[in-house]
T-cell receptor
Framework: AQSVAQPEDQVNVAEGNPLTVKCTYS??????LFWYVQYPNRGLQFLLKYITGDNLVKGSYGFEAEFNKSQTSFHLKKPSALVSDSALYFC??????????????FGAGTRLAVHP | DGGITQSPKYLFRKEGQNVTLSCEQN?????MYWYRQDPGQGLRLIYYSQIVNDFQKGDIAEGYSVSREKKESFPLTVTSAQKNPTAFYLCASSMGLAGTDTQYFGPGTRLTVL
């Protein structure tokens, strides 16, 4: 079965420091990987995705993610954290339904807290 | 959240009641989805629809029903058969069901059983 894991429930970082939110995946074929952010009582906002090509993917709000096939990871990064980046972050991987339809498998989420 | 609206924002249900959550999108997307979010868990798929008048069960469809009579609308009914309906419900849409298609989410509806 395809799965995605976010090993850290919470990440704490000081404002201005680089941040990393970790994600590892397990798929049988080529992975399609996504990152979303959720602010309190809001829906998910799309940040970026990896489909193919360059392993470093740039997304919204200065975020980027690095696809590492050998380590089956897709960590989210930002060079300089802002207090406003504090939110819940979800990694997701494509799965395939029986019948050929696709769906996203979401990790449990990582709460990012950026301290002034 | 732009392009996908959900209503109401908060909903309270009494035991034994059916309630319907609204989801509308103006993105001209073919595919729509309903997810349930519980604290400390990722999103779980309830139902999805690829086209009008077609929908498929997701991982946790029991106690829920949907319809897709219009391309832009995908309402979710939480029936009395759903034993633990208190959760945050998210609607999403995408161009299609291809694995490369990005899903975009609405602002969510928080359902509480009284």
């Amino acid at each position: 079965a395809q799965s995605v894991a976010q090993p850290e429930d919470q990440v704490n970082v000081a404002e201005g420091n680089p941040l990393t939110v970790k994600c590892t995946y397990s798929v049988s074929g080529n992975p399609y990987l996504f990152w979303y952010v959720q602010y309190p009582n809001r829906g998910l906002q799309f940040l970026l995705k990896y489909i193919t090509g360059d392993n470093l993917v740039k997304g919204s709000y200065g975020f980027e993610a690095e696809f590492n096939k050998s380590q089956t990871s897709f960590h989210l990064k930002k060079p300089s954290a802002l207090v406003s980046d504090s939110a819940l972050y979800f990694c997701a991987v494509r799965d395939r339904f029986s019948g050929g339809y696709n769906k996203l498998i979401f990790g449990a989420g990582t709460r990012l807290a950026v301290h002034p | 959240d732009g392009g996908i609206t959900q209503s109401p924002k908060y909903l309270f249900r009494k035991e034994g009641q059916n309630v319907t959550l609204s989801c509308e999108q103006n993105l001209n997307h073919d595919a729509m989805y309903w997810y349930r979010q519980d604290p400390g868990q990722g999103l779980r798929l309830i139902y999805y629809s690829q086209i009008v008048n077609d929908f498929q069960k997701g991982d946790i469809a029991e106690g829920y029903s949907v319809s897709r009579e219009k391309k832009e609308s995908f309402p979710l009914t939480v029936t009395s058969a759903q034993k633990n309906p208190t959760a945050f419900y998210l609607c999403a849409s995408s161009m299609g069901l291809a694995g490369t298609d990005t899903q975009y989410f609405g602002p969510g509806t928080r359902l509480t059983v009284l």
